[in-house]
C-alpha cells in the first residue's frame, strides 16, 4: 500500500525554471491538498482539490498552479521558480467527509531555488 | 479567522522526564477538529491524534495523552517518561471549516540520553 506518494524528493531548480511536483494517492482519496514548510511558520496551504475537476486556493497560492485530472493525482506547477519558493512541500489526502478523517502525507519535496 | 499557537519554540529535556507541548486555538466555529502531527529527523509527517469539539474527554496512548480544554481553547500533548526516539518537531493543527486545516508553527522536542 503506496499512500501519498510524491516525486522527486529533492530538485534544485535556478530562478525563472518550471517544475511541476507530482503527488499520487492509491487510496481513491477525494480530497488532495499542496502545502509548504518553511522555518518558523508551520505548514501553510497553497491549493487543494475536493475531487477530479474541481480545485481551489489555499492560503499562500500566488506562483503555482494545480490541475486535478484524475482522482488519484494532484501537480504542483511552478511556472517561473523564485527564490522565495525554496521550501518543503508536502502533499496529503483524505477521503470526503470532512476534516473528521485525518489526512494522510506523502514524505515530502525539498525544493531549492537558486 | 481560524489560528493556531504553539508559543514554546524548542524545548529540551534529559531522558524519562515528562514534558508537555501547548496549543493555543482561535475559531468562531461551534464544529472544529484538533490534530497532533510528529515530524520525526527524517522528514515525514505522522498523525498522532484527532480530536472533534464535542469530545472534550482526554485520552491516553501509552506514554502520550492530550488535554482538550475548550474554556482555555487549548489542546495540550504530555509524553511521559520521555525517550530519545521522541525527538522530533510536533504540529498541533485546527481544522474548521470544511476543508482546510490551519497548522501551528511547531514545537521542537529534543530530548538527550
Known amino acids: 500500500n503506496a499512500g501519498v506518494t510524491q516525486t522527486p524528493k529533492f530538485q534544485v531548480l535556478k530562478t525563472g525554471q518550471s517544475m511541476t511536483l507530482q503527488c499520487a494517492q492509491d487510496?481513491?482519496?477525494?480530497?488532495m491538498s499542496w502545502y509548504r514548510q518553511d522555518p518558523g511558520m508551520g505548514l501553510r496551504l497553497i491549493h487543494y482539490?475536493?475531487?477530479?475537476?474541481?480545485?481551489d486556493q489555499g492560503e499562500v497560492p500566488n506562483g503555482y498552479n494545480v490541475s486535478r485530472s484524475t482522482t488519484e493525482d494532484f501537480p504542483l506547477r511552478l511556472l517561473s521558480a523564485a527564490p522565495s519558493q525554496t521550501s518543503v512541500y508536502f502533499c496529503?489526502?483524505?477521503?470526503?467527509?470532512?476534516?473528521?478523517?485525518?489526512?494522510?502525507f506523502g514524505d515530502g519535496t525539498r525544493l531549492s531555488i537558486l | 479567522a481560524q489560528k493556531v499557537t504553539q508559543a514554546q519554540t524548542e524545548i529540551s529535556v534529559v531522558e524519562k522526564e515528562d514534558v508537555t507541548l501547548d496549543c493555543v486555538y482561535e475559531?468562531?466555529?461551534?464544529?472544529?477538529?484538533l490534530f497532533w502531527y510528529k515530524q520525526p529527523p527524517s522528514g515525514e509527517l505522522v498523525f498522532l491524534i484527532r480530536?472533534?469539539?464535542?469530545?472534550?474527554q482526554n485520552e491516553i496512548s501509552g506514554r502520550y495523552s492530550w488535554n482538550f480544554q475548550k474554556s482555555t481553547s487549548s489542546f495540550n500533548f504530555t509524553i511521559t517518561a520521555s525517550q530519545v526516539v521522541d525527538s522530533a518537531v510536533y504540529f498541533c493543527?485546527?481544522?474548521?471549516?470544511?476543508?482546510?486545516?490551519?497548522f501551528g508553527t511547531g514545537t521542537r522536542l529534543l530530548v538527550s540520553p
Open positions: 496529503a489526502s483524505r477521503p470526503q467527509g470532512g476534516l473528521n478523517q485525518p489526512q494522510h
Open positions: 487510496m481513491n482519496h477525494e480530497y
Open positions: 482539490s475536493v475531487g477530479a475537476g474541481i480545485t
Open positions: 475559531t468562531r466555529d461551534t464544529t472544529y477538529y
Open positions: 480530536r472533534n469539539s464535542f469530545d472534550e
Open positions: 493543527a485546527l481544522g474548521a471549516g470544511f476543508q482546510k486545516l490551519v
